[in-house]
Nanobody, 121 residues
Framework: VRLVESGGGVVPPGGSLTLSCAMS????????MAWYRQPLGKARELVAE???????NYADSVKGRFTISRDNAKNTVFLQMNRLNSDDTAVYYC????????????????WGQGTQVIALS
């Protein structure tokens, strides 16, 4: 089981991108899904998260510009990013908390490979 990210790229300031993170393989269930980002030379930070019931939480820096959503049938999480600026330039990583088997209550963290987003004039 792995996560496959797509949708990164280079956009001018003010532009938009949509990131996708799809699960390849099957698990019993997925609870929290999230997007993180890591600017060059800086620590990884939480951008947005969505619970299994659909509750969302955003970093203050992206509120009102980014929207996280999920497709539970496909174990896929999306990040719609609008009004991008240079501070949003980073490698973006998705994470899904997955439970592999019905007989086990354990959840494990699955990470995507990362996708580069660059807002550049």
């Amino acid at each position: 089981v792995r996560l496959v990210e797509s949708g990164g790229g280079v956009v001018p300031p003010g532009g938009s991108l949509t990131l996708s993170c799809a699960m390849s393989g099957n698990v019993f269930s997925v609870r929290r899904m999230a997007w993180y980002r890591q600017p060059l030379g800086k620590a990884r930070e939480l951008v947005a998260e969505i619970s299994g019931s659909g509750n969302t939480n955003y970093a203050d820096s992206v509120k009102g510009r980014f929207t996280i959503s999920r497709d539970n049938a496909k174990n896929t999480v999306f990040l719609q990013m609008n009004r991008l600026n240079s501070d949003d330039t980073a490698v973006y990583y998705c994470k899904q908390e997955a439970r592999y088997y019905k007989c086990s209550a354990e959840y494990v963290d699955l990470w995507g490979q990362g996708t580069q987003v660059i807002a550049l004039s």
